[in-house]
């Protein structure tokens, strides 16, 4: 039974949260603030966290970062705001795995959290270690090394990145990236994959403005270029 910590400071929808994971099966923990939050992650061990960005003692995204420079790689989803769109794409810089912007249905965060929880082991065909221009990236740990900078990726960064280079040269559909590593096939798009993108380029590209390597096919998705 995979354990669940709900990090929520708005106590109906933690509440509403709880219900609906514990009835799938999931063991749940609450936590109300950003300080609870760190410390039953660090002591509990969850399977997965459901983080809420604005909440009391600790935001989401300091409490998501000493989560990852304490050495835990649990996944981590953000819960965010529509008017939020910058802090999302913060999360996923400091480690945050996915999001999920409120209002949400019920069904697509239980899909996300199932996605969460499917890890895969790296590679599918890939060695450990990819280089891609100034970057030397570790596809088990998830690290970026650039220069004099080190960065995480979150699992679904790096299962975007291995499906963008397993397809070398190809455009690869937003639609197929969602359903690939999201499961989420037949929910309407979202700027999912855009922000993960987004991220992931300031990790990887010399000048994410311009980058060289994970490049835009407009109307299409995405494609990499060795």
């Known amino acids: 039974m995979a354990r669940i910590l709900i990090a929520e400071d708005e106590q109906d929808m933690a509440m509403g949260l709880k219900d609906n994971l514990q009835f799938e ?15 039953l992650a ?6 997965l966290i459901l983080l809420d960005i604005m ?3 600790l935001d989401g995204l300091e409490v998501c970062k000493r989560i990852r420079q304490a050495g835990f790689m649990i996944p981590i989803l953000m819960l965010t705001a529509k008017s939020q769109e910058i802090d999302i794409v913060k999360g996923l810089e400091v480690g945050a795995d996915d999001y999920v912007t409120k209002p949400f249905s019920v069904r697509e965060l239980l899909a996300r959290v199932k996605a969460a929880l499917r890890r895969t082991s790296a590679g599918r065909g890939l060695s450990r270690e990819l280089k891609i221009g100034e970057a030397t990236i570790d ?17 679904f960064e790096l299962e975007i990145l291995k499906m963008l280079v397993e397809n070398a040269e190809k455009p690869v559909d937003r639609n197929k990236l969602l359903d690939v590593i999201w499961g989420l096939e037949g929910f309407p798009i979202t700027r999912t994959v855009d922000n993960h993108i987004v991220s992931l380029r300031r990790k990887i590209e010399p000048d994410a403005k311009h980058p060289r390597h994970i490049v835009t096919v407009h109307s299409i ?6």
Not at 26 to 31: C, D, F, I, R, T
Not at 148 to 153: A, S
Not at 221 to 226: A, C, E, H
């Open 25 to 39: 099966g999931y063991e749940v923990l609450v936590a109300g603030d950003g300080e609870a939050a760190l410390k």
């Open 42 to 47: 660090t002591q509990n061990s969850p399977d």
């Open 55 to 57: 909440m009391p003692k």
């Open 139 to 155: 596809l088990v740990k998830g690290h970026v090394v650039r220069g004099k900078e080190t960065h995480t990726l979150g699992h």
């Open 221 to 226: 998705g995405y494609k990499f270029v060795p």
